[in-house]
C-alpha cells in the first residue's frame, strides 16, 4: 500500500513538473515573440510603411475641403498611429502633421 502511494506520488510530481515545463515554454516563446515584435516596430521597413500610410492620411486631408472630413481623417490619423513614435519619423512635414492631430490642432 505504501508503495503505490509512493508511486502515486511520484507520478503526480512528475506530472506537475511536466506541466510547469510546459507553461515556462509558452512564457519564454511569448518573451521571445515581444522581441520580434519591438525589432521589426523599430526597424526602417515598418517606420517607413507607416510614413507612407501617413502621407496618404495627410494628403486627404489637404485636398479635403470638409471641416468634417478633416476631423475625421485626424481622428483615425490619431488612432491608427497611436502607438507610433513621431521621433521615428523621418520627414518633418509628417511628423507636424501626426503631432497636430494628436493634439487636435487641425487647421
Known sequence: MKS???????????ILGIIGMM?????????????????????????????????????????????TDKKAIAELVTSRFANINENNIESPDLREFLIKCRKGDID
Open 23 to 67: 507553461f515556462l515554454g509558452v512564457a519564454l516563446d511569448l518573451f521571445h515573440v515581444d522581441a520580434d515584435r519591438f525589432v521589426f516596430k523599430n526597424s526602417v521597413t515598418y517606420t517607413e510603411g507607416v510614413a507612407d500610410d501617413l502621407a496618404k492620411y495627410q494628403h486627404e486631408f489637404s485636398t479635403s475641403e470638409d471641416d
Open 4 to 14: 503505490v502511494l509512493k508511486g502515486i506520488g511520484v507520478a503526480l510530481i512528475i
